[in-house]
């Protein structure tokens, strides 16, 4: 289902007011969700997506407007792929748009920055993130596609 129709449907269904763009191979995403929280460094987001992601979709808080560096790029995207995320979903920025292209998971985004932060640091698994005056949870239902990000709260 689209946004537009999901959000004809469902008066609950709340719209993210983050301007995020669609860099990945796939148009629309639909599914449930696992949430991150991290700062510079990926290395929360690389420890998820190495685990079973039974296609769901990763939502990361990476930094939104103050974000410095790129927190997914392909090697990142491959990963998910191999391990059965359907996408990420990226408060932050991404890298390596022409390879994200060409892969079919979707990745959504503020924008892009080719330099990458550092690799260690922290980050949160599966807390609460708010995006703007969203606030979304694991087992959330989000839907992605070119109209914009909706969530359909489950609590």
């Known amino acids: 289902m689209n946004t537009s129709d999901l959000c004809d449907e469902n008066d609950s269904a709340l719209v993210l007011?983050?301007?995020?763009?669609?860099?990945?191979?796939?148009?629309?995403?639909?599914?449930?969700?696992?949430?991150?929280?991290?700062?510079?460094?990926?290395?929360?987001?690389?420890?998820?997506?190495?685990?079973?992601g039974e296609n769901r979709?990763?939502?990361?808080?990476?930094?939104?407007?103050?974000?410095?560096?790129?927190?997914?790029?392909?090697?990142?995207?491959?990963?998910?792929?191999?391990?059965g995320w359907q996408g990420i979903v990226v408060?932050?920025?991404?890298?390596?748009?022409?390879?994200?292209?060409?892969m079919p998971i979707g990745v959504w985004a503020r924008g892009t920055w080719p330099r990458r932060g550092p690799v260690d640091g922290p980050g949160e698994v599966g807390v609460p993130v708010t995006l703007e005056d969203v606030t979304l949870r694991s087992g959330d239902r989000v839907v992605c596609d070119a109209d914009g990000v909706v969530v359909m709260q489950t609590s």
């Open 57 to 83: 979709i990763l939502v990361v808080a990476g930094g939104g407007t103050a974000a410095r560096y790129a927190l997914v790029g392909d090697r990142l995207a491959a990963r998910a792929l191999e391990q």
């Open 91 to 102: 408060d932050g920025l991404v890298r390596d748009t022409d390879a994200l292209a060409d």
């Open 17 to 52: 007011p983050v301007p995020l763009i669609r860099y990945g191979g796939v148009r629309l995403l639909d599914g449930r969700i696992e949430t991150a929280r991290t700062g510079d460094a990926n290395q929360v987001i690389r420890e998820v997506l190495a685990g079973p």
